[in-house]
């Protein structure tokens, strides 16, 4: 596992082309299991020790009922398209979701997170599923950039499919979870979009919730989760070497920008997943600041829940935390 992250590592410095890192690439989806239980995942690097993808149960039925709109430019930045999903016999106004798939920034696709996505959208929302350029073709803060702009486009397009964007939601797993939180830092906190020379693309008070699921939101103490390979992504996604030294660091750290204007959060995390200490940490941090958190954390069950363990949905646990997921969108989209 070493030996594999510091050829990488390697590769990165030297700045070879494409086809090396291509090359790399599969040597980390090999040494970290890739291939998952649903076939909708096989764009997805499978972290060592992370739960099994596995389709809601009732896909089919699901897919009969949701709209799929596919790849959609929503800009002119690499890898820049979405899929929309709706459900076809949905309401006239419905709240949206953007939601920005994991991979370590380094891997990953919005197909990996298409069944969810539309099991979202089957309660009743407009799903925009985004895919954005991957490190280390695309460093930061590109990803957050790619997010803002896809919400620009849902702001002149989402109308078309139903979505009311007076009602968005935005979300994330794992490294996609951690750009949710920046964004919705960007959108409630003014001096970090000003530090950061962004324009948000909606308002603050078109933001109504983020959907955070085995994040992390302290690159402080990021290091000491020991995640795998957690210094590889870092130093792929900001091009510095110890990541720590990456001059913009502190942008990434959610647990730094939270204001009293920061959207109600919905955060989870598996008791067996190295981020606890990052989801407990920024729930804390949202509490004191009297921002609506609802959290499910597993603490002190021995479940053993991995990392992802929410993308298993042939489990009971996942199942439960996705109509928990479904209650809190409820509750804060009316």
Same mark, same amino acid.
């Given at each position: 596992?070493?030996?594999?992250?510091?050829?990488?590592?390697?590769?990165?410095?030297?700045?070879?082309?494409?086809?090396?890192?291509?090359?790399? *690439?599969?040597?980390?989806?090999?040494?970290?299991?890739?291939?998952?239980?649903?076939?909708?995942?096989?764009?997805?690097?499978?972290?060592?020790?992370?739960?099994?993808?596995?389709?809601?149960?009732?896909?089919?039925?699901?897919?009969?009922?949701?709209?799929?709109?596919?790849?959609?430019?929503?800009?002119?930045?690499?890898?820049?398209?979405?899929?929309?999903?709706?459900?076809?016999?949905?309401?006239?106004?419905?709240?949206?979701?953007?939601?920005?798939?994991?991979?370590?920034?380094?891997?990953?696709?919005?197909?990996?997170?298409?069944?969810?996505?539309?099991?979202?959208?089957?309660?009743?929302?407009?799903?925009?599923?985004?895919?954005?350029?991957?490190?280390?073709?695309?460093?930061?803060?590109?990803?957050?950039?790619?997010?803002?702009?896809?919400?620009?486009?849902?702001?002149?397009?989402?109308?078309?499919?139903?979505?009311?964007?007076?009602?968005?939601?935005?979300?994330?797993?794992?490294?996609?979870?951690?750009?949710?939180?920046?964004?919705?830092? *960007?959108?409630?906190?003014?001096?970090?979009?000003?530090?950061?020379?962004?324009?948000?693309?909606?308002?603050?008070?078109?933001?109504?919730?983020?959907?955070? *699921?085995?994040?992390?939101?302290?690159?402080?103490?990021?290091?000491?989760?020991?995640?795998?390979?957690?210094?590889?992504?870092?130093?792929?996604?900001?091009?510095?070497?110890?990541?720590?030294?990456?001059?913009?660091?502190?942008?990434?750290?959610?647990?730094?920008?939270?204001?009293?204007?920061?959207?109600?959060?919905?955060?989870?995390?598996?008791?067996?997943?190295?981020?606890?200490?990052?989801?407990?940490?920024?729930?804390?941090?949202?509490?004191?600041?009297?921002?609506?958190?609802?959290?499910?954390?597993?603490?002190?069950?021995?479940?053993?829940?991995?990392?992802?363990?929410?993308?298993?949905?042939?489990?009971?646990?996942?199942?439960?935390?996705?109509?928990?997921?479904?209650?809190?969108?409820?509750?804060?989209?009316?």
């Amino acid at each position: 596992m070493d030996t594999v992250g510091a050829q990488f590592r390697h590769w990165i410095q030297k700045k070879w082309m494409m086809p090396v890192f291509l090359i790399a *690439l599969l040597f980390i989806m090999a040494a970290f299991g890739e291939i998952t239980s649903s076939p909708d995942a096989s764009a997805s690097i499978q972290i060592a020790g992370s739960a099994a993808f596995s389709s809601p149960p009732n896909i089919n039925e699901i897919s009969e009922r949701v709209e799929v709109r596919k790849n959609l430019s929503y800009s002119d930045t690499a890898n820049s398209f979405l899929d929309i999903y709706y459900p076809k016999d949905g309401a006239a106004s419905m709240p949206v979701i953007l939601w920005i798939h994991g991979g370590g920034y380094v891997g990953g696709s919005k197909d990996s997170r298409q069944d969810y996505a539309m099991a979202l959208a089957d309660a009743g929302y407009v799903v925009a599923n985004i895919d954005y350029a991957l490190a280390p073709e695309s460093l930061y803060p590109g990803p957050v950039l790619q997010a803002n702009k896809a919400l620009a486009y849902m702001q002149l397009h989402a109308a078309e499919y139903g979505g009311d964007m007076d009602r968005v939601f935005v979300g994330g797993d794992s490294a996609g979870a951690q750009i949710a939180s920046q964004v919705a830092s *960007l959108v409630s906190n003014v001096e970090l979009a000003e530090t950061m020379a962004i324009q948000p693309a909606i308002a603050n008070s078109q933001l109504q919730g983020a959907l955070l *699921l085995c994040g992390l939101y302290n690159l402080d103490t990021v290091r000491a989760t020991a995640f795998p390979n957690i210094d590889v992504y870092l130093s792929a996604y900001t091009g510095a070497e110890p990541f720590e030294s990456f001059q913009r660091i502190d942008e990434l750290s959610t647990v730094q920008h939270v204001t009293s204007n920061f959207p109600p959060a919905f955060i989870t995390v598996g008791d067996a997943d190295p981020f606890v200490s990052q989801s407990t940490e920024l729930a804390d941090v949202l509490q004191s600041y009297d921002v609506p958190v609802s959290s499910i954390f597993f603490e002190g069950t021995q479940k053993n829940l991995k990392h992802e363990y929410q993308y298993d949905l042939s489990t009971e646990d996942a199942r439960e935390t996705l109509d928990k997921t479904l209650q809190f969108l409820f509750i804060h989209s009316q």
